[in-house]
């Protein structure tokens, strides 16, 4: 949109968007169809059953022309009723939207509070749900786009498993990085969106729902009408949705389903695991640290000594090199950089994000032995081709 | 999607989605931006800036990721209180569409009735004010896409304009095919929709705010959080969204703007009378009727007699020729065909949908002369040419 990106090729390595294959495009630039015509049905029934091994799950899927936050409050007004007890596990900006979102619905919200960069301890969780018998639900984020941290879903779903409270979910930026099995973790609600692994443009979300979730939603008293997941379900019997679908981001994820798939979901996850692992060894032999205690494998926050600026960083990564990465959001502005390796970014992309990081520090005058980030990132990567 | 339109050409006059022009294609082929970068704001700002010109309108105005429907929810959610006295005006399914939202969110919906294609009375309108003057808001459709009538907005809002009740249209199939002019005729809100006359894929709408709406916002119980308004005004204070905006999809309506306005409002408007009139031309021709009684320049809805299967004459439409229109919703289904000149849709690409009309009435057996209904569309559009 810039003057500055007319001529120059632009890298995004931001936690969404992200850049999105050839392959998606051609497919999204194909002439429009009309979903009410005799095709889309089957189209979108294939759709969403191949979306579904993606997270994997066996859940009731459902495609939502909204941006993820959409996504997250249909969670919350299909299943929960005014007043209902909620524990929202929190430990980021995204955790935060939880709270927000629980509290614009008034349900009664126990935070449970992490410091920003660290996972959850699950046995906080335990004691929690112990004090307050009567929750309804727990919600948690399992890729934290804000500090690059990875909660242990896992854990955390067999601790809200030996209650009668729902676990709902946020796997907007870990999705296609990490499996989130969501029954085999005990999840009721999990949802994502387009502009993140899925390589898609924004403006496409989905959700996923438990029996246990349906029963809940046909208890709840929340008022919805464009988010109720039972009108989805309905339209959905007929091939439909309940109002006008993006017919054009759901051609794309047809196309990037079809990428994703044919490389199969662990190839997949371990490519996000290599990647990741690099930058984060990139980063650490140039000095710096990785701000995730336990690191999410979608993005790589890197936390920056107080000598050096990160916005002064990001700018010259973004007009030196055309690279975009994301920064620290809230108190973490100019604190740290976020790195993601979501999206369509190849070995070769990540390795060229280390050199303008590289290049960065160095205009700036941080002192390192110039390649090192890009030879340990090397090192990683070329492991895994052995 | 389906095996048989991957070698013909697929010509869409369906009421959304539309067709789009190749400049948009490319416009949203560019490689995606980040929401977060530093030439967002003005993007964003000059985009709405631009938006403003086309309904017109001075009132606050919102781009949201959802569909229209989730454009009439924002605003009843945010201008309405749970039990507040609301008239729908309702003639056709998206009249229908009020009615549901507003049961859905608690209101005291009075529904005033009209039969399917015909225009709402402003009197009973009035008398209905009359009779209950605690009516917090009037809810009209200006183009009903169910049935191609355009409702006369402008005196129904001179009626509600005596009252205190605020008044809320639907533009979503009329906005660029007619002018809808919030303050000269008292629309307090008016929403539209990006597949549409805008020529966008689907998955982006807008809504207006006025003044008086805004107070109503400072009142009112419902819970929003996606779809408040008040959000979107302080995010867009700082040239961002509450939630990420679907940026693809915004760089294609930057350049569907620039088409609509180059041309200008007036000759845009025109463009759609004159093609609307052309095609209700050859329906009579044929010898079928308009069925709305006071047509919409964004679709025209044919009337078939009895003898006329519309489900076979549109089957044939799309097989033989891959012309795509729109069938009868509801109660119509079969009865009546939608043929919409919305989006980007040329003298010529009109002239083609009513020959592959021709063609397929030929083929059910209807009697008529062959061209008869491309003479009469030809001479009204040559006529505008003089």
Redesign the interface.
Known sequence: ??TD?VWR??R?F?P?????PDRV?EA??A??????????PV?LTHLIRDLKLVLPTTDDTFLL??????AM?AGIVNCLSHGDRVIVVSAGQFGEKWV??CR???TDVKVLDFPWGEPADPSRLEKALHQYPDTKAVLATHSETSTGVMHDIEALGRIVGKTDALFLVDGISSVVAHALPTTKWGVDIAVT?S?KGLML????AAITISDRAWEAAGRSD???????LDRYRKALSEGRG????????M?GLRASLDIILEQGMEAIWQQHEIQARAVRGAAQALCLTCFAASPSNALTAIGLPEEIDGLALMESM?TDFGV?V??GLGDLRGKIIRISNLGYVDDLDVLTAVSALEMGLQKIGWQFQAGAGVGVAEGIIGEGKQ
């Open positions: 949109m810039g990106m090729r632009q995004l931001t969404g968007p992200t850049p999105i495009q999204m630039a002439p429009i169809v009309y979903h009410r015509g005799p095709d889309f189209f022309s909204c941006a993820g936050t959409g409050e927000d979102l614009a619905y008034g969106a502009q443009p924004p403006g496409l929340l008022p919805r009408a464009y988010l109720d309940p109002a006008t679908l993006p017919v054009t981001l051609a973004r975009v994301g920064g």
